[in-house]
């Protein structure tokens, strides 16, 4: 089987720094990707980590450590529009194209 | 074009009704997909379509029929469904289904069976 935990709410100011964390215990890990989706729309890809290490896009930079099991977005400069829920989803070397999605954090950023 | 489009945006269904949701992307991808959202829920992988073919079924009730007519087009036929069956239906597409691709997910349509 495989599992996913994240936290299920963050909330954070304008300007700062969060950090949103993932951990994974799934067979045949393939990679580690982000996904938001802000209320009423549907989710779009932020980021993709098939290697360990840092992945930066802008604002937004996404980790892997495979030995860990563990991964984490990074939303740098919060602004008020980042406020969505994001989902870290696992895609499994077995049954390519299958990705499961983690229960979702909800980010509320405050003025 | 990078979008992914679905038709209808809403649908509202009695249980003996019989319907079809649709979906179109033209980004020339091989793979795509069909999930089930539920309010505050993630998506719930439902089929997928690589190479106009079916590859993936999560044991899916028969009265979710998925097609592929061609590889720009998934439709989802529905028939006697539950009103547990209330849900987003997100379509998705990706360049394929081998490794890593990007899925990028149309808008949905917002069913509600009464």
């Known amino acids: 089987g495989q599992s996913l935990e994240q936290p299920s709410e963050v909330t954070a100011v304008e300007g700062a720094i969060v950090q949103i964390n993932c951990t994974y215990q799934?067979?045949?890990?393939?990679?580690l990707s982000w996904y938001q989706q802000h209320d009423g729309g549907a989710p779009t890809f932020l980021s993709y980590?098939?290697?360990?290490g840092l992945e930066e896009t802008g604002r937004f930079s996404s980790f892997l450590s495979r030995s860990d099991s563990y991964g984490y977005l990074l939303l740098q400069e919060l602004q008020m529009k980042d406020s969505a829920s994001y989902f870290c989803a696992v895609l499994r070397k077995t049954n390519a194209g299958k990705s499961t999605f983690g229960d979702g954090t909800t980010l509320t950023v405050k003025p | 074009d990078t979008e992914v489009t679905q038709t209808p945006k809403h649908l509202v269904m009695g249980m003996t009704n019989k319907k079809s949701l649709k979906c179109e992307q033209h980004m020339g991808h091989r793979a795509m997909y069909w999930y089930k959202q539920k309010a505050k829920k993630p998506p719930e992988l439902m089929f997928v379509y690589s190479y106009e073919k079916l590859s993936i079924n999560e044991s899916v009730p028969s009265r979710f029929s998925p097609e592929c007519p061609n590889s720009s087009l998934l439709n989802l036929h529905l028939h006697a469904l539950q009103p547990e069956d209330s849900a987003l239906y997100l379509c998705a597409s990706s360049q394929d289904s081998s490794g890593y691709n990007e899925q990028f997910f149309g808008p949905g349509t917002r069913l509600t069976v009464l």
């Open positions: 799934t067979s045949g890990f393939y990679g």
């Open positions: 980590n098939g290697l360990d």
